[in-house]
Structures are given as structure tokens and as C-alpha cells.
């Protein structure tokens, strides 16, 4: 299998960071936003439920209306690719049977062969949580595939901001999403930084390893 080496790994995550200004006459090539794409598609998540939805602004209007509701930062209508990670609401037991019957699917084993999950599923996620702790839990999920999605960005040599900055209420109003039931937790802007992106050329600032990393 043909994988990135450590080195390509680490210089990629050195090169990568929370782009403040974007090219924006630079498009992603459609291959390699399909590449993207997949690799949400593909983010791991507790028990494998996949309580989210990836939403892909494309209108420019939209666009225009979420910077609005962004204070005005300009990635939002620079990037070459806006993604709203939203989650779903109100999660009951026909969301945990939509992936056990998705699991039967795949794999080709009976739903019934499914119901020892099932049981730590509903157990878990439907009978040990009220529906605020539902909620916190469902949307920390959104945040690793937000990760897969930067780490897969620069992987392509693909620049990548993560965005908390926006008022989640405008944006699930201007997107439709409290009727779909889902509520936007987080933004990822994608595309290529500006030449004129200040921040671009500044060494990265991380701990040293010896301060974050405890081994036991």
C-alpha cells in the first residue's frame, strides 16, 4: 500500500495553518475536491454513527449572507470551498437502527445479528444521556472529522481554516438547517492562501513535545 512517508507526514502538518487570507481565483481541482469529499465521508466517529452532515456552500449569495453572519471574515467567500459541519438534533433509536440496518447492508449480516450493539448503542447514547449531554456529545464528533478534513487538506498540499467565529442561530437560519434537523457546529474554509496572507511565512508555535506529551 502506498502511504506518505514520516517525513512528508510532518512537513505537511508544518506547512499547514489556519489560513487568514485565500487566493480567491484559485478553484480546487474538482478531482481533488472529490478527494476531499470522500475523506469526510471516511472520518471515524463513536460507535460509527455518524450523527452529521457535511454541508457544501456553492451559491455565492449564501455565501455572502454567512460573512454577514461571520463578522465579515473574508474566508468565507474567498476560499474556493466553504463546508458547514453541522449535527444531527434530536437523536433517538431510529438513528442507531438506520446504521445497524447501513451495517447489515455492507457487511451482509442480519440486523439481528446486530442486537448486542444495538443494546450498548441505545444503552449508551439514548438511555445514559439527557439531551443537552446528547447534544455536547454529538457535536465533539463533528470535531474529528473536522480534523480528518484539515489533515487530509494538507496531505494534498491544500490549505485549510478551521472557523468558530459565526453565529451558529444565522447560519442554520440562512442554510435551512433547524428544519432538516441539524444545527451548525463548526466551518472549515478551503482553498489556497493569499501570496499577501501575512501569516503564512511565521513559524509554527507549539509546545515542545516534552510539555504536551506524558508518557505513563
Not at 187 to 211: H, M, N, T, W
Request: net charge negative; proline share 4%.
Amino acid at each position: 500500500m502506498k502511504t506518505a512517508t514520516r517525513e512528508q507526514l510532518i512537513d505537511q502538518l508544518n506547512w499547514r495553518y489556519a489560513t487568514k487570507q485565500f487566493d480567491a481565483d484559485r478553484q480546487i481541482d474538482p478531482a481533488d475536491w472529490s478527494t476531499l469529499e470522500e475523506a469526510l465521508q471516511l472520518s471515524p466517529s463513536s460507535l460509527g454513527l455518524q450523527l452529521w452532515k457535511f454541508v457544501v456552500v456553492e451559491d455565492p449569495e449564501v455565501r455572502e449572507q454567512l460573512k454577514a453572519a461571520s463578522w465579515g471574515q473574508s474566508q468565507i467567500t474567498d476560499a474556493s470551498k466553504l463546508v458547514v459541519l453541522a449535527v444531527k438534533k434530536n437523536i433517538t433509536e431510529k438513528d442507531i437502527d438506520a446504521h445497524l440496518q447501513r451495517i447489515s447492508e455492507v457487511r451482509g449480516v442480519p440486523v439481528e445479528a446486530l442486537a448486542p450493539l444495538r443494546e450498548m448503542s441505545v444503552g449508551s447514547v439514548i438511555l445514559g444521556k439527557d439531551d443537552a449531554a446528547r447534544d455536547v456529545w454529538a457535536s465533539r464528533q463533528v470535531y474529528i472529522a473536522l480534523g480528518n478534513l484539515l489533515t487530509s487538506a494538507a496531505l494534498l498540499g491544500i490549505d485549510a481554516c478551521p472557523m468558530e467565529g459565526f453565529s451558529p442561530a444565522d447560519y442554520d437560519r440562512i442554510l435551512g438547517l433547524e428544519e432538516k434537523g441539524l444545527g451548525s457546529v463548526v466551518v472549515a474554509a478551503i482553498g489556497y492562501r493569499s501570496s499577501q496572507d501575512k501569516y503564512a511565512g511565521l513559524p509554527k508555535v507549539r509546545f515542545p513535545k516534552e510539555e504536551v506529551l506524558l508518557h505513563v
